[in-house]
C-alpha cells in the first residue's frame, strides 16, 4: 500500500506571494492533518479534515486554509507570506478522527524570502 | 490546556546502552492514544510505539518500551541496547480532540 505523498517536496517564494501543497493520503484513509514544523517549537497542528469537512484547527491565522476532496486527498494554502512561514509543513493521515495512528508524508519544505 | 512536554531537548547514548526519554502531558479527558514518534534525518515520522490510556500494561514493541503512568501523566520512552540507525529526533504525542505533540528530544548515538 502507498504511504502519504506530498508535494511538492521544496518550494521557494517571496514574502506576498501564495502557495498551495498537496497530500495524498493512504488508500481508504479518510482523515487528513496538517502540521508545521519548526525548530525548537516541535510539531504545530494546524487543521484536520474528515470526509470533505474540517473537524479541528489550531491556532493559525486566517492565512492559513485547507480543503479536502472527496477522494481524501488535502490541499493547504497560505495567502500572502511571511518570513515566519519557512517551515517543514507535514501532512498525516489516518482511519478515523484523532484515534489511533497516523501516518506522516515526508513534508514540504516551504522556504520564504 | 493540553499540552505535552519533553524536558530533554537533547541527549546521547553510547551505542549498545540504555536511554529513557521523557515525556509528560496535561489533559482532563480520561480516555485517550498516547504515541512515540520517530523522525530520522530523512525526515520521515514514523510510529515508534502506541500506549492506550485505559491499558495498565505499558506497551513495548522490541527493543523499545514505554513506562506509563496515568496519574502522574508521565509517558517515558526506553531504549535498549542502543543502535546507530535510533539517532533521530523523538516526539512524544497525544490524542485528545486532536493530535498533540511536545517539541522533541534529539537523540544521538554514539559509536
Known amino acids: 500500500k502507498a504511504g502519504v505523498t506530498q508535494t511538492p517536496r521544496y518550494l521557494i517564494k517571496t514574502r506576498g506571494q501564495q502557495v498551495t501543497l498537496s497530500c495524498s493520503p493512504i488508500?481508504?484513509?479518510?482523515?487528513v492533518s496538517w502540521y508545521q514544523q519548526t525548530p525548537g517549537q516541535g510539531l504545530q497542528f494546524l487543521f484536520e479534515?474528515?470526509?470533505?469537512?474540517?473537524?479541528n484547527k489550531g491556532n493559525f491565522p486566517g492565512r492559513f486554509s485547507g480543503r479536502q476532496f472527496s477522494n481524501s486527498r488535502s490541499e493547504m494554502n497560505v495567502s500572502t507570506l511571511e518570513l515566519g512561514d519557512s517551515a517543514l509543513y507535514l501532512c498525516?493521515?489516518?482511519?478515523?478522527?484523532?484515534?489511533?495512528?497516523?501516518?506522516f508524508g515526508p513534508g514540504t519544505r516551504l522556504t520564504v524570502l | 490546556a493540553q499540552t505535552v512536554t519533553q524536558s530533554q531537548p537533547e541527549m546521547s547514548v553510547q551505542e549498545a546502552e540504555t536511554v529513557t526519554l521523557s515525556c509528560t502531558y496535561d489533559?482532563?479527558?480520561?480516555?485517550?492514544?498516547l504515541f512515540w514518534y520517530k523522525q530520522p534525518p530523512s525526515r520521515q515520522m514514523i510510529l515508534v510505539i502506541r500506549?492506550?490510556?485505559?491499558?495498565?500494561q505499558n506497551a513495548t514493541e522490541n527493543r523499545f518500551s514505554v513506562n506509563f503512568q496515568k496519574a502522574a501523566k508521565s509517558f517515558s520512552l526506553k531504549i535498549s541496547d542502543s543502535q546507530l540507525g535510533d539517532t533521530a529526533m523523538y516526539f512524544c504525542?497525544?490524542?485528545?480532540?486532536?493530535?498533540?505533540f511536545g517539541t522533541g528530544t534529539s537523540l544521538t548515538v554514539i559509536p
Open positions: 498525516a493521515s489516518s482511519l478515523a478522527l484523532a484515534v489511533g495512528e497516523q501516518f
Open positions: 488508500s481508504g484513509h479518510r482523515s
Open positions: 479534515y474528515f470526509s470533505e469537512t474540517q473537524r
Open positions: 489533559t482532563s479527558e480520561s480516555n485517550y492514544y
Open positions: 500506549q492506550e490510556a485505559y491499558k495498565q
Open positions: 504525542a497525544f490524542t485528545g480532540n486532536q493530535f498533540y
